[in-house]
Antibody, heavy 128, light 111 residues
Framework: QVQLVQSGAEVKNPGASVRISCKAS????????MHWVRQAPGQRLEWMGW????????KYSQEFQGRVTITRDTSASTGYMELSSLRSEDTAVYFC?????????????????????WGQGTLVTVSS | QSVLTQPPSVSGAPGQRVTISCSGS?????????VHWYQQLPRTAPKLLIY???NRPSGVPDRFSGSRSGTSASLAISGLQAEDEADYYC???????????FGGGTKLTVL
């Protein structure tokens, strides 16, 4: 079945970076883009960015521009999200999700559709 | 501050029908971008409930339905069951932000 499995929980000091992996199975990895979304404790879902897993083209939310880097390893069918300069407000569960409605981002024109499925989530705790 | 606005909470008795609203603007729902809905049970990942305004993925009961009109959308749940108690989020695309956007979430309590 289509599945996304994320790496385990992380505890980081303020100012550090964190890298989370998301391994896809059950479908052709490069046929579907991947999104990253986070959810702080008791808060709403917050879109962080997107990667075209075939071309490697990326789009980031303005909220995270400059701090987030999304990459992929096609040979491993795995996506990665790295967030730098961590602060306490970055404590959250981070999710990867598959773009399943044909979303795109080319030449400055983007459209994203629905996310399905989602990874199980990775808790990142930022604390000194 | 969420780009899409949802009521923080709704409630209903078993068997009743409830609706959850999702209010947007001219740069997202009002521009005819599709609305999608997710159900999030406690301590789990969100699950796709409705896609492209009114379509149910395989396995989602027909008690769940969605609609879109103007700059708003709604999720309706009929025949409420105890297992429907969860958080529900709407999602769309915003052309001004060039980003996917979510509502603030609505907590459904089954009385």
């Amino acid at each position: 079945q289509v599945q996304l499995v994320q790496s385990g929980a992380e505890v980081k000091n303020p100012g550090a970076s964190v890298r989370i992996s998301c391994k896809a199975s059950g479908y052709t990895f490069t046929n579907y883009a991947m999104h990253w979304v986070r959810q702080a404790p008791g808060q709403r879902l917050e879109w962080m960015g997107w990667i075209n897993t075939g071309s490697g083209n990326r789009k980031y939310s303005q909220e995270f521009q400059g701090r987030v880097t999304i990459t992929r390893d096609t040979s491993a069918s795995t996506g990665y999200m790295e967030l730098s300069s961590l602060r306490s407000e970055d404590t959250a569960v981070y999710f990867c999700a598959r773009e399943s409605g044909g979303g795109y981002c080319t030449g400055g024109s983007c459209y994203f559709s629905w996310f399905d499925p989602w990874g199980q989530g990775t808790l990142v705790t930022v604390s000194s | 501050q969420s780009v899409l606005t949802q009521p923080p909470s709704v409630s209903g008795a078993p068997g009743q029908r409830v609706t959850i609203s999702c209010s947007g603007s001219s740069s997202n729902i009002g521009s005819h971008f599709d609305v999608h809905w997710y159900q999030q049970l406690p301590r789990t990942a969100p699950k796709l409930l409705i896609y492209a305004n009114n379509n149910r993925p395989s396995g989602v009961p027909d008690r769940f339905s969605g609609s879109r009109s103007g700059t708003s959308a709604s999720l309706a749940i009929s025949g409420l069951q105890a297992e429907d108690e969860a958080d529900y989020y709407c999602q769309s695309y915003d052309s001004s932000l060039s980003a996917s956007v979510f509502g603030g979430g609505t907590k459904l309590t089954v009385l």
